[in-house]
């Protein structure tokens, strides 16, 4: 397969976390996308990546592409839903967490999948995949709106007594209290 290569640059701070990426055991998949990317960046040929790192000639292809295209970025995995071209920022994060900043619609006690889905019109799978890959729950999200409702109503900084500690009773009247019987009361 031969296409024609043109050359790809990148500034010496890409190159240098390309090199960590690169040497990073952890990251199997990433360090050998860096590897082909840096490899190309030196000038060597698809092919001869190819050839030197024991892949297909394609994948370098991908790779070098997917760099041109998205930078460091792109070298990450693709999201695994839709037709894998997702890369980089979900466009629904922003309005998600503004919509949960915010005090739930009228006659709802906190933020659900579907009213999420509702005010974005979008389906309730797609916030539930935004969701997930934000690592937002809505627990969480319930919590704060509950914290937030509690200092509109109660002040922010104030104290307020402690509701479920019972007060305690003086002991002359815990002493007339055990003398009473129940007919006396």
């Known amino acids: 397969m031969h296409i024609e290569e043109t050359p790809i640059v990148a500034d010496n701070r890409t190159i240098?976390?390309?090199?960590?990426?690169?040497?990073?055991?952890?990251?199997?998949?990433?360090?050998?996308?860096?590897?082909?990317?840096?490899?190309?960046?030196?000038?060597?040929s698809c092919k001869a990546v190819a050839e030197a790192l024991d892949i297909d000639e394609e994948s370098v292809i991908l790779w070098r592409q997917r760099f041109?295209?998205?930078g460091i970025s792109g070298l990450r995995d693709a999201?695994?839903?839709?037709?894998?071209?997702?890369?980089?920022?979900?466009?629904?994060?922003?309005?998600?967490?503004?919509?949960?900043?915010?005090?739930?619609?009228?006659?709802?006690l906190y933020w659900s999948t579907r009213n999420l889905a509702?005010?974005?019109?979008?389906s309730p799978r797609e916030i539930q995949r935004c969701l997930h890959r934000e690592?937002?729950?809505?627990?969480?999200?319930r919590i704060a709106l509950r914290q937030r409702k509690w200092a509109?109503?109660?002040?922010?900084?104030?104290?307020?007594?402690?509701?479920?500690?019972?007060?305690?009773?003086?002991?002359q009247t815990i002493q007339e209290a055990s003398e009473t019987t129940p007919e006396q009361v």
């Open 16 to 44: 240098d976390e390309l090199r960590m990426l690169a040497y990073d055991t952890n990251k199997p998949r990433i360090s050998m996308r860096a590897s082909i990317v840096l490899a190309c960046l030196n000038g060597a």
């Open 68 to 70: 041109q295209q998205y």
């Open 79 to 108: 999201a695994k839903y839709k037709d894998r071209k997702i890369i980089g920022e979900d466009p629904l994060k922003q309005p998600v967490l503004e919509l949960l900043a915010q005090d739930p619609p009228p006659g709802q």
């Open 118 to 122: 509702e005010a974005l019109q979008v």
């Open 135 to 141: 690592h937002i729950k809505l627990l969480e999200q």
């Open 152 to 171: 509109r109503r109660f002040g922010n900084g104030e104290t307020v007594p402690a509701a479920s500690k019972p007060q305690e009773m003086p002991e």
